[in-house]
């Protein structure tokens, strides 16, 4: 069974939002990548500098930590949420951006019984076998004289 991953805002933004609530989030009045931007607590470094932002390309929201003994550095909203969102939050975002690829086509098992033109023919008996033969050498005997 296959998943496909669906990269929309608008299924991104309430978990964008929720994340920056648990991280301690406040709304900045600057504006980054025209959207909203949020001064968080880093769950790496515990410090109060990091930025949770829309990123350049505009597919997807990121946290920034600018410290530079800080081991986190850049993390998109997936993973964020993967690390530190917990295990109700992981949940329910799989639910909403991934879809299964997976079609309702599967064929059951076909019935092993063989039809009457498809079977093998019947085995003779030994009894069977020698009456043949025997009717076939009388035969063979009448045919020479």
């Known amino acids: ?62 946290l920034l930590c600018p410290v530079d003994t800080c081991s986190l550095g850049v993390l998109v909203l997936h993973d964020l949420i993967k690390r530190y969102g917990g295990i109700g939050m992981f949940q329910e975002w799989r639910k909403a951006s991934w879809t299964t690829t997976y079609e309702e086509k599967w064929f059951p098992i076909q019935n092993k019984v063989p039809y009457k033109d498809r079977r093998p023919p019947h085995r003779k008996s030994f009894k069977e076998k020698q009456e043949l033969k025997s009717a076939s050498l009388q035969i063979k005997m009448n045919s020479r004289d």
């Open 1 to 62: 069974m296959g998943y496909k991953y669906i990269r929309d805002i608008h299924i991104e933004y309430p978990f964008y939002q929720a994340m920056a609530g648990l991280l301690k989030g406040n709304k900045l009045r600057e504006v980054i990548n025209s959207k909203e931007t949020y001064a968080v607590e880093c769950p790496s470094c515990k410090k109060r500098k990091a930025r949770m932002c829309w990123s350049k390309r505009r597919d997807t929201f990121m």
